[in-house]
C-alpha cells in the first residue's frame, strides 16, 4: 500500500475544513481556560497581590524563571490560573509531538520502506520507535523553551507532565484497539505500557519516590482528561466530516487535528491572552 500524497494534500489544505478546524480548537481551548479559571477562582477567591516575600519564594520554583523574568506581584489567583493553563498547553503539544514520531514510525512501518532499507527497518524498528521516542521528547524540550516558553510551571511539573503524555498516548491506543477494532498499534500500545511501568517502578525506586510519583500523577489526572476532551472533540468533528480520514492511520490524523490545537497556543501564548484578561477581571 503507498500514500497517495498529491492527492492528500489537496484534501487536507483544504481551506473551509481548514478554518472550520482552527475555528473548533479555538472554541476547545477557550473552554477549557474558563473551566480551569472557574475552578482557580472557587480555590483562590482572593485575588489581592501577595506579598512581595511570598511571590519571591513562589519564583524560586518556577521551572523556566532563569530564562524568563517572572512578576513579583502575582496573587495566588492569577499564578494558578496561569500554572494550569500552561500545564494543560505542555501536556498537549507534548502529546502532539509523540503522535508526530508515532505516525511517522506508523506511516514507514504500515506503508511500507524501500525494499532494499526492509530487512534492516524488520531487525530494528524496535530500536528506530525508541530513538523516534527520544527525538520526541528532544522536539519538545526545545518547542517550549524557543517557540511556545512557559514560564509559569513548577519545578517538577514537566516531568509529571510528561508521563501523563504517556498515559495518554497508551489510552489512545486502548481506544483505537478496543474501539476501532485495530490491532496494528498492539506493538506500541506494549511499548508505552512498560515506559509507564518503568517510570514508577525502577531498580533503585523507594517507597518515598514511588509515593511521590504516584501523588504528581493523580494531582494530574484532571488536566489528563481536558487533554483527551480536546482531542476527542477535534477528533469527533474531524473523521465525521471527512476531513480526517482513517486511511491513512488514526495516529496521523489525530497528529493533525492535534496542530490546529499547537497554532491556538502558540497565539494565547506569544500575545499574552489569558495575562491580559486576568488583569483586565482583577
Known amino acids: 500500500m503507498s500514500l497517495n500524497i498529491q492527492n492528500d494534500l ?29 475552578v482557580s477562582m472557587r480555590m483562590y477567591p482572593r485575588r489581592r497581590t501577595t506579598s512581595r516575600k511570598r ?24 499564578f494558578e490560573v ?23 514510525y506508523f506511516t514507514i512501518d504500515y506503508f511500507g ?4 532499507m526492509q530487512q534492516f527497518w524488520n531487525d530494528y524498528n524496535a530500536f528506530i520507535l525508541l530513538i523516534f521516542i527520544l527525538f520526541s521528547v528532544m522536539l519538545n524540550s526545545m518547542f ?12 517538577g511539573d514537566k516531568s509529571s507532565l510528561r508521563l501523563i ?4 498516548m497508551l489510552i489512545i491506543f486502548l481506544y483505537i484497539k478496543f474501539i476501532y ?11 508505552f505500557l512498560t515506559l509507564i511501568i518503568g517510570r514508577f517502578v525502577y531498580f533503585d525506586a523507594t517507597l518515598q519516590s514511588f509515593t511521590d510519583a504516584m501523588k504528581s500523577t493523580i494531582s494530574s489526572l484532571p488536566l489528563l482528561g481536558l487533554t483527551l476532551l480536546c482531542s476527542g472533540i477535534m477528533a469527533w468533528y474531524g473523521f465525521a466530516s471527512g ?39 482583577s
Open 10 to 38: 489537496s484534501h487536507y489544505l483544504n481551506l473551509p475544513q481548514i478554518l472550520l478546524m482552527f475555528l473548533l480548537a479555538i472554541i476547545t481551548i477557550a473552554a477549557c481556560t474558563a473551566l480551569l479559571f472557574f
Open 55 to 78: 511571590a519571591t519564594s513562589r519564583k524560586s520554583a518556577f521551572s523556566s524563571a532563569k530564562s524568563e523574568k517572572v512578576p513579583e506581584d502575582i496573587s495566588d489567583f492569577h
Open 82 to 104: 496561569l500554572n494550569l493553563t500552561e500545564r494543560l498547553f505542555e501536556l498537549i503539544f507534548s502529546s502532539t509531538f509523540i503522535l508526530l514520531f508515532v505516525a511517522l
Open 113 to 116: 520502506v524501500n525494499p532494499a
Open 144 to 155: 517550549d523553551k524557543y517557540i511556545i516558553p512557559l514560564k509559569y510551571l513548577r519545578a
Open 165 to 168: 503524555g504517556m498515559i495518554y
Open 181 to 191: 477494532e485495530d490491532s496494528n498499534y498492539d506493538s506500541i500500545l506494549l511499548y
Open 243 to 281: 476531513y480526517l480520514m482513517r486511511l491513512n492511520g488514526v495516529v496521523l490524523n489525530l497528529f493533525l487535528a492535534h496542530l490546529f490545537l499547537l497554532v491556538v497556543i502558540f497565539i494565547v501564548n506569544r500575545t499574552h491572552l489569558i495575562e491580559m484578561l486576568l488583569r483586565k477581571l
